[in-house]
Each structure stands twice: as C-alpha cells, then as structure tokens.
C-alpha cells in the first residue's frame, strides 16, 4: 500500500491557519510542489461546502496574480483549507504572505467569478459573505509558515 503524505500528519498538533511544504518532487527537470493551506484548526466545525467553494473560484484567480507557476488550488475534503501546487518552489513564507495578500482583497469582492452553469458543476453553491468572513477571521489570527507553532508571517 502506497503511503499519502497528509494521512502521516498529525492533525492534533497543528495551529491553524498556516501554510505547509506537503511535498516537493523533480521529474525530467521539471519541480513542483505541493502546500497545504489550512484556513481553520482541523477537526473543529468546517467549513461550509459553499464558503470553501466560493474561497476555492476567489483564491484561485487572486494567487495566480500574487504568485508565479500557480498550477492548482484544490479544497481539502476535510474542508479545513487547500491544496497548493506549484512549478518550482517558494518559501512557506512567501506562499504565507501571497496568501494574506488574496484574503485581504477579498473584502472589495462583491460578486464571485465563474458561478453560471457553463462555468461551474455546482454553480449555486456559494457564499460570498461566509467566504470575507473567513477572510478577515484568518487574517486577524495571522497565517504561520510553520504548522506547529505559530509563526505569523507580516504581509507587508
């Protein structure tokens, strides 16, 4: 049996919101690298399917303009956080702080991308005022670049 990088963390020791190195792999040349974003402490009420969605179409467009090589942003089924791929590497860190950037840009959001039935397989389930509420709870808190302690990373 194979074994999954997530299914080894312990998720009773984490501090929440933080961003993780999951992996780093080099094929061919080529690097990527996978973090675990985590919005919220895990098992604690998560959160709901429709503020994680409304985060995933929001946050997707906000990293690619804060990051290079964004390849995807996934939720977790946990819906705790994301899932981060990139080309490349970047500090957690920098990811930290590319994230606290697309939060705080989320207040002036008023209308959530991609949400007709051409652009999205469950187009009706979203909520814009869950997903700034989410936001602004995470940024109060500070994200870390360490999950284990916290470490909160100034975005400016």
């Known amino acids: 049996m194979h074994s999954v990088e997530s299914f080894q963390l312990d998720h009773t020791t984490v501090q929440a919101p933080y961003v993780r190195t999951a992996m780093t792999e080099t094929r061919g040349g080529a690097t990527i690298t996978k973090y675990d974003i985590r919005l919220i402490q895990p098992n604690t009420p998560p959160l709901t399917t429709a503020a994680l ?6 946050l997707a467009i906000a990293l690619r303009a804060e990051l290079d090589g964004v390849i995807d942003l996934s939720p977790m089924g946990c819906r705790t956080g994301f899932y981060l791929i990139l080309w490349g590497t970047a500090t957690t860190a920098e990811v930290a702080r590319a994230l606290g950037r697309s939060l705080r840009s989320l207040s002036s ?28 709870r995470v940024l109060e808190q500070g994200i870390s670049s360490d999950a284990f302690e916290r470490r909160p990373v100034p975005l400016d």
């Open 53 to 58: 969605h409304t985060l995933e179409h929001l």
């Open 109 to 136: 959001v008023d209308r959530i991308p991609a949400t007709t039935a051409t652009e999205c397989g469950n187009y009706r389930d979203h909520d814009l005022a869950a997903a700034q509420d989410i936001a602004r």
